[in-house]
């Protein structure tokens, strides 16, 4: 399972989709793809719309959230696009029913598409208000048994102990523990998808998507970037 976020999606642009980056995540899914490999992805919407921050404006949360569903459905159909240019057989797949441009959200079809070598993204989160697409990419990898989840970062290497961007000094970590990653509160993902994983012993690789082949690297079995697991 493949989480990206709406933010690597816009690129170098301040808002919205760059097709350059839309390309280049496609090149690289599809490079995997090659390898045998099932591919799913769970996409954000970032780039597009916050929640959050439309309910510090005074907006409705729920309407906030469901306004941020739609547009993850927007990214995946860019991506969905980008992958279809190259030559990738790909399935769409929304949380919210919109038959028009996306299948329900069906898990044992889901599973399915995977078994034929299809690339299958997932969209408008859990379906639900007050849930991340980080719980999201969380709950879909448990329910089609995903082997791992990658978390997809735009030049974040992995997971630090300070804010790199910030902090020269900042020190990444190869490997850390659900609890180290929960009590220091690193900015990974949510503490509900970081719990679900820990639950279900689901390891989770923190990495930098924007370095090319590092997804090849990792489902190769080379160590890239940051493995959250139950071991120190």
């Given amino acids: 399972m493949l989480k990206i976020s709406g933010e690597s999606l816009k690129g170098d642009t301040p808002f919205g ?7 280049y995540l496609a090149e690289q899914i599809g490079e995997a793809s090659t390898l045998g490999v099932e591919i799913a ?7 597009i719309w916050r929640g959050e921050a439309a309910e510090s404006r005074g ?3 729920a309407t906030a959230d469901y306004a941020g569903m739609l547009a993850t459905i927007i990214n995946a159909l860019a991506l969905q696009d980008g992958l279809e240019q190259q030559g990738i057989d790909v399935r769409t ?3 919210l029913q919109m038959q028009a441009v996306a299948e329900p959200y069906i898990r044992r079809r889901a599973i399915r598409h995977l078994e034929k070598g299809r690339v299958v993204l997932f969209a408008a989160g859990t379906g639900n208000p007050y849930m991340t697409t980080d719980t999201a990419s969380a709950l ?3 329910e089609i048994n995903a082997d791992v989840l990658l978390m997809a ?5 992995g997971v630090y102990d300070s804010d790199p961007n910030e902090n020269p000094n900042a020190v990444r970590f190869g490997t850390l523990d659900y ?3 929960l009590s220091r509160r690193l900015d990974v993902m949510d503490s509900t998808a970081l719990s679900l994983c820990m639950d279900n012993q689901l390891p989770i690789v923190v990495f930098n998507v924007f370095d090319p082949g590092n997804m090849g690297r990792i489902l190769n079995g080379q160590t ?5 697991n139950g071991r120190d």
């Fill in 17 to 23: 989709i760059d097709p350059i980056a839309v390309n």
């Fill in 59 to 61: 907006m409705d949360r």
């Fill in 93 to 95: 797949q929304s949380a």
């Fill in 179 to 181: 609890m180290d990653a």
């Fill in 224 to 228: 890239v970037g940051t493995l959250i």
């Fill in 140 to 142: 879909r990898a448990l």
């Fill in 41 to 47: 992805v769970v996409m954000g919407g970032g780039n």
């Fill in 153 to 157: 970062k735009n030049n974040v290497d």
